[in-house]
Structure formats: C-alpha cells, structure tokens
T-cell receptor
Framework: KQEVTQIPAALSVPEGENLVLNCSFT??????LQWFRQDPGKGLTSLLL?????REQTSGRLNASLDKSSGRSTLYIAASQPGDSATYLC???????????FGKGTSLLVTP | KAGVTQTPRYLIKTRGQQVTLSCSPI?????VSWYQQTPGQGLQFLFE???????NKGNFPGRFSGRQFSNSRSEMNVSTLELGDSALYLC??????????????FGPGTRLTVL
C-alpha cells in the first residue's frame, strides 16, 4: 500500500524567503505525482503534475522535482508571499489502482 | 471553461439518515472520483467512475455508494449516517483518469455534518 509522508507538517516563514516542501512515498511504481494547494474550507487547486518519466516541472515561482528511485519529491517556492499561505498537499498516483494517495499536507504561513 | 461544481456546499443531517451529494465535472471530462477529507485521516479515496461504470473503489463500507450518468455527472450516496461520516467530500474530474498527463481537478467540496 502506497504511503505518502510530508515534512514538515507546518512551516512559518517571513515574506520573501525561498522555501522547500518535502514529500516522500514508499512505492516507486508511480504513474504521476501532483502537488495541490488547499485554502481553509476550500477544495484543492492543482499546482503541478510530474509524470513518472519526468524529473521536474515549473510554473511561475513554483518548481517541483521528482526522484522516483528514492521515493521523493520537493516543491520549491521562490520569493514567498503572504498569498502563498495555505496547506500544500502531495498526491501520488500509483500504477496499481490509479487512485491518488495523499500526504497529510504542509501548512504554510507566510508573514508580512 | 467552468470548473468542477458540487452541490450542496453544506449539509447537516442526523444519525441514521441518508444523504446524496452531486458533482458536475469539467466539460469533456469522463472520469469522476470522490474523496473524503477528515482532520484525522486526511484525504481518502472513495471511488472512481468512468463511462457510467465504477472503475475503482477505496476501502469504505457498503453504506457509501455512487453512480455516474451518461453526461458524466456523478452522485454519491451515504446511507445510515454515522457521526464519523462528518467530513468534507471532494469530487475530482479528469479527462480519462489513466493518461500520465491526466491532471485531477477538484471541486469546492460538500461539508457534511452528522449530528
């Protein structure tokens, strides 16, 4: 069974800092990996999707990397802003079943 | 293009009742998945529908069921509600649910409270 872990569970940084969120998974036989953002009481917003054959994806100030062999992905946020404050979720789609397996998320607070 | 819509947004029920939640996927999307989100368990997969057929199912009791219509809209039903069913229920849609590039798009969720 695929287990997804996100570290740290919570993070508080001053505005302008660059930061890294970590995601690890136990089964390297994955289809793809998605990073989502969730604002309090809201649904999930897709940020980036990395196919199993890719090493990284970039969108604006966000960069996600994938190392399948070690079961790790990182989400890099450059020049953080207060509007980046949210919970960031990592989800892995495995080759078996195809359902998304989610980590518990990292709660990010960017202070002005 | 309109996003994934879910109705109702909030629901309060009592133990023993049943409830039906509705999800309209993004136009052209044929795969619809349902997830339950609770503070303790996080996000857990309920089931996936594609072309009116349940293609995948999570580890939930039979009280949780769903269906998909020919226009890809989906409903999920929970019978004999328990207090532990209180959660945010999220629907997600994607084109096929099987392509490596298939992004899942989520709706705003239905907040179910069981009293």
């Amino acid at each position: 069974k695929q287990e997804v872990t996100q570290i740290p569970a919570a993070l508080s940084v001053p505005e302008g800092e660059n930061l890294v969120l970590n995601c690890s998974f136990t089964d390297s036989a994955i289809y793809n990996l998605q990073w989502f953002r969730q604002d309090p009481g809201k649904g999930l917003t897709s940020l980036l999707l990395i196919q199993s054959s890719q090493r990284e994806q970039t969108s604006g100030r966000l960069n996600a990397s994938l190392d399948k062999s070690s079961g790790r992905s990182t989400l890099y946020i450059a020049a953080s802003q207060p509007g980046d404050s949210a919970t960031y979720l990592c989800a892995v789609r495995s080759n078996s079943g195809y359902a998304l397996n989610f980590g518990k998320g990292t709660s990010l607070l960017v202070t002005p | 293009k309109a996003g994934v819509t879910q109705t109702p947004r909030y629901l309060i029920k009592t133990r023993g009742q049943q409830v039906t939640l509705s999800c309209s996927p993004i136009s052209g999307h044929r795969s619809v998945s349902w997830y339950q989100q609770t503070p303790g368990q996080g996000l857990q997969f309920l089931f996936e529908y594609f072309s009116e057929t349940q293609r995948n199912k999570g580890n939930f009791p039979g009280r949780f069921s769903g269906r998909q219509f020919s226009n890809s809209r989906s409903e999920m039903n929970v019978s004999t509600l328990e207090l532990g069913d209180s959660a945010l229920y999220l629907c997600a849609s994607s084109l096929s649910g099987r392509a490596y590039t298939d992004t899942q798009y989520f709706g705003p969720g239905t907040r179910l409270t069981v009293l």
